[in-house]
């Protein structure tokens, strides 16, 4: 095991260095992440990336050109007066540009800082102050956001609007200037710097449902080494079509823009289409072959093909994470469209990536419902990631699929510690608190039981809400599920089902128990079902159940 071998002792027990008798005689490596882009420009020039840009028009550009755009954007950066280390923002869609601004920005040195348009103006203010932007680049539909809040903004010099010239509105946003005007005379054949070891990337702030965002300072040598690790870790083909559907603002779109062009995979951006239809209809003309996306975003697809009778003939693997999937998600995609789905987990404090579950060889000679019950499983570790299980006060537990407990991670692409804290995130042995509650089996998969803070404590047990939601959702008439824990005088706390129904309308109560019973043991079915039109979802599309857990807090106590 690596928590055990001579490698990871010297990776985190510093102070024993000294211990190392002689130093390998290989070159220092201080990689800088526009050495992938250079790659992809010299081996995969004509692969195409191709958008979905605001006005709903294809556009097609390919590595070179990327290359080529994000030379000439960290000189017009550098002639800006732009400096390494300095913070610059995005607050933009998954089209080209993006990706163009992921190796300029970083690529001279500076820290691309991606932003959620989804966010609320507060938090959007805090982090933008906290991170010290110099400069916004923006999305066109953005701009007004921008406006409205531009006066809180302490740092910013200038906005840059991501669009042609011609194309540039009126606006009160100060120095703005378009996109292709500021890269215009920028310089093709710029050279990228040789950065520190250890040197800034990009910075991503986790959602922060309770208290301020928190930022996370990705170096480029943690996301070479998180993409190079991804590539081994995901069934990835050379000339797969990838359909880019996580955002290119929420924890660096899994590392799809520096592992995609490391291997020239043709990259299809659905920009703002993120509905059924126009996503469907860009699988279909971009022959895409692996789609990479969370459960929200495919029910929406799946229920469009259904609706529609069409088949996804194209895709053969959808990686999916997020949050958990489930089992219709997945038989769905297995019976009706023959795609393998390869279940994937991770958070931004982690790069994203920490495992995923890739079929083995064993499993093509299972039954169905054993295969599927693997794939549910959030995964094996992939290479460079460790984790453990411990109980309340810390104890390791066994991995033996029954003990659940805190999940902890290490590893090279796991944060040390949040942008600007004081202190460490991780304990003295590096080990970061994932916030989940985990079970661990002996073949080395990880189920994710539920976020700690959402577990239901009834009657001193522990009722997994992922496990009951799950259940809820394979029932025909339910579009999705939340279950919240609910203070109970009796129980502690007692489960609630929220449910958004494919009619809108609800169905009777009875027909979902009765549906549940012999899926669930009889001590987690949901004492109450609530219909609503629809759920909270925060920025990144996650659940917010401590809205619902706040508005029926009452509910039991008041019986
Ligand atoms: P946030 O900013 O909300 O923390 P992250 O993307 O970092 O956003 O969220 C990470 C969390 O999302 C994980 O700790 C886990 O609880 C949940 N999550 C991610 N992938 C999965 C998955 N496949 N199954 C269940 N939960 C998941």
Same mark, same amino acid.
């Given at each position: 095991m690596l928590s055990n071998n001579v490698a990871s002792y010297i990776i985190y027990n510093k102070q024993d260095m000294g211990a190392i008798q002689m130093i390998g005689d290989m070159q220092k490596w201080t990689p800088n992440v526009a050495g992938i882009i250079e790659h992809a420009k010299e081996i995969h020039p004509q692969t195409e990336i191709i958008s979905r840009l605001v006005s709903g028009e294809i556009h097609r550009s390919n590595y070179e050109k990327v290359c080529i755009r994000s030379r000439k954007l960290a000189s017009a950066l550098e002639k800006d007066g732009i400096k390494k280390g300095d913070v610059v923002a995005t607050l933009a869609l998954n089209t080209y540009r993006h990706l163009e601004m992921y190796y300029g920005i970083s690529g001279m040195g500076a820290v691309t800082h991606t932003l959620n348009f989804r966010l609320h103006p507060e938090q959007a203010v805090y982090i933008i102050n906290h991170a010290e932007d110099k400069i916004i680049f923006v999305e066109l539909p953005f701009v007004p956001i921008l406006e409205g809040l531009q006066d809180k903004l302490n740092k910013i010099q200038k906005y840059i609007v991501l669009c042609e010239e011609h194309e540039m509105p009126?606006?009160?946003?100060?120095?703005?200037?378009?996109?292709?005007?500021?890269?215009?005379?920028?310089?093709?054949?710029?050279?990228?710097?040789?950065?520190?070891?250890?040197?800034?990337?990009?910075?991503?702030?986790?959602?922060?449902?309770?208290?301020?965002?928190?930022?996370?300072?990705?170096?480029?040598?943690?996301?070479?080494?998180?993409?190079?690790?991804?590539?081994?870790?995901?069934?990835?083909q050379p000339d797969d079509s990838i359909l880019m559907v996580v955002p290119l603002f929420h924890v660096l779109a899994w590392g799809i823009p520096y592992f995609g062009p490391m291997n020239g995979?043709?990259?299809?951006?659905?920009?703002?289409?993120?509905?059924?239809e126009p996503l469907?209809? &860009?699988?279909?003309?971009?022959?895409?072959?692996? +789609?990479?996306?969370?459960?929200?975003?495919?029910?929406?697809? &799946?229920?469009?093909?259904?609706?529609?009778?069409?088949?996804?003939?194209?895709?053969?693997?959808?990686?999916?994470?997020?949050?958990?999937?489930?089992?219709?998600?997945?038989?769905?995609?297995?019976?009706?469209?023959?795609?393998?789905?390869?279940?994937?987990?991770?958070?931004?404090? =982690?790069?994203?990536?920490?495992?995923?579950?890739?079929?083995?060889?064993?499993?093509?000679? =299972?039954?169905?419902?054993?295969?599927?019950?693997?794939?549910?499983?959030?995964g094996r570790p992939i290479y460079g990631v460790e984790l453990k299980v411990v109980d309340d006060s810390g104890n390791e537990l066994a991995k033996d699929g029954k003990s659940?407990?805190?999940? =902890?991670?290490?590893?090279?692409?796991?944060?040390?510690?949040?942008?600007?804290?004081?202190?460490?995130?991780?304990?003295a042995d590096g080990w970061f608190d994932t916030g989940d509650i985990s079970v661990?089996?002996?073949?080395?998969?990880?189920?994710?039981?539920?976020?700690?803070?959402?577990?239901?404590?009834?009657?001193?047990?522990?009722?997994?809400?992922?496990? &009951?939601?799950?259940?809820?959702?394979?029932?025909?008439?339910?579009?999705?599920?939340?279950?919240?824990?609910?203070?109970?005088?009796?129980?502690?706390?007692?489960p609630m089902l929220f449910i958004v129904t494919n009619s809108g309308e609800p169905v009777e109560k009875k027909s979902i128990i009765d549906f549940l019973s012999d899926k669930v043991?009889?001590?987690?079915?949901?004492?109450?079902?609530?219909?609503?039109?629809?759920?909270?979802?925060? +920025?990144?599309?996650?659940?917010?159940?401590?809205?619902?857990?706040?508005?029926y807090s009452n509910h039991y106590m008041e019986k």
């Open positions: 009126e606006t009160s946003l100060k120095n703005a200037i378009s996109y292709e005007e500021y890269i215009k005379d920028g310089d093709e054949e710029y050279k990228w710097p040789i950065l520190d070891d250890d040197a800034a990337c990009a910075l991503c702030y986790t959602s922060g449902t309770t208290g301020n965002p928190k930022g996370v300072l990705y170096s480029h040598k943690s996301n070479v080494l998180h993409a190079q690790a991804a590539l081994t870790a995901m069934t990835i995979l043709k990259l299809v951006m659905p920009g703002m289409q993120m509905e059924g469907y209809e &860009l699988i279909d003309q971009e022959d895409v072959s692996l +789609a990479f996306g969370v459960p929200t975003i495919w029910m929406g697809l &799946l229920a469009y093909c259904r609706e529609n009778n069409k088949i996804l003939s194209s895709v053969k693997n959808t990686i999916i994470g997020g949050s958990a999937l489930s089992l219709a998600t997945l038989q769905e995609f297995d019976e009706v469209h023959d795609v393998n789905v390869i279940h994937a987990w991770g958070m931004t404090e =982690m790069s994203p990536l920490g495992t995923t579950n890739v079929p083995t060889p064993e499993m093509q000679n =299972m039954s169905k419902e054993e295969k599927y019950a693997i794939q549910l499983k959030q659940q407990g805190h999940l =902890m991670v290490r590893g090279p692409w796991i944060l040390q510690k949040y942008f600007k804290a004081d202190k460490d995130a991780v304990d661990l089996d002996e073949d080395g998969y990880m189920t994710i039981k539920d976020r700690a803070k959402d577990v239901i404590k009834s009657g001193g047990e522990w009722i997994s809400s992922i496990d &009951l939601e799950n259940a809820a959702f394979g029932h025909p008439e339910v579009a999705e599920a939340c279950v919240v824990g609910i203070p109970h005088p009796k129980w502690d706390e007692r043991a009889k001590w987690w079915l949901p004492d109450e079902i609530v219909f609503l039109k629809e759920l909270p979802h925060g +920025a990144t599309g996650k659940l917010q159940k401590f809205e619902l857990r706040e508005e």
